[in-house]
């Protein structure tokens, strides 16, 4: 059953797939048609699940499931994550790799690096303690105010700057 995002409840549980680029508006308009028509239907063990989506940044597609009335079950996850891939597919983006950080580069725009590039730009003081980055670990919807964009010194990225070099 579909849900506006802004209904579901703080305690939502969360699941935040990062695109490799920005989606156009276009390509937007058309992953919210098809992310909605797959919600109405979205199941676990024949019982609605309550859940809803956005798109942030053109960027990130957050799918949020009410788990106090149902629980997302393993069978009702793996749906989920093959509209990702056919999304991945039809839009040729990259939802799942796991190795790209996220942060607001110093023209206040969103910039992907891979974790070993981090390093290196974290080396170079390019990217700082103070640099916001998203994490996208983060697994309930109330954490998205205080915890999706975060300074990088308060994450697991914070070892990287205790062994920075000053």
Request: with cysteine; aromatic share 12%; proline share 2%.
């Amino acid at each position: 059953m579909f849900l506006p995002f802004k209904k579901m409840p703080s305690y939502s549980r969360l699941w935040i797939y990062q695109s490799d680029r920005e989606f156009t508006e276009s390509e937007v308009l058309a992953i919210t048609t098809t992310v909605t028509n797959f919600i109405k239907t979205w199941q676990a063990h024949g019982n609605s699940l309550v859940s809803s989506f956005e798109i942030r940044h053109n960027r990130f597609l957050i799918l949020a499931v009410n788990e106090e009335l149902t629980k997302a079950t393993g069978c009702s996850i793996d749906k989920s994550v093959e509209l990702m891939k056919i999304i991945e597919k039809n839009y040729q983006v990259s939802l799942f790799d796991r190795t790209k950080v996220a942060y607001f580069d110093k023209k206040n725009e969103i910039t992907l690096t891979s974790i070993s590039q981090f390093k290196e730009l974290v080396a170079e003081q390019k990217i700082t303690p103070d640099t916001i980055i998203f994490d996208n670990l983060i697994q309930i919807k109330e954490q998205l105010d205080s915890l999706w964009k975060i300074a990088a010194s308060k994450t697991w990225l914070k070892r990287y700057f205790e062994n920075a070099v000053s």
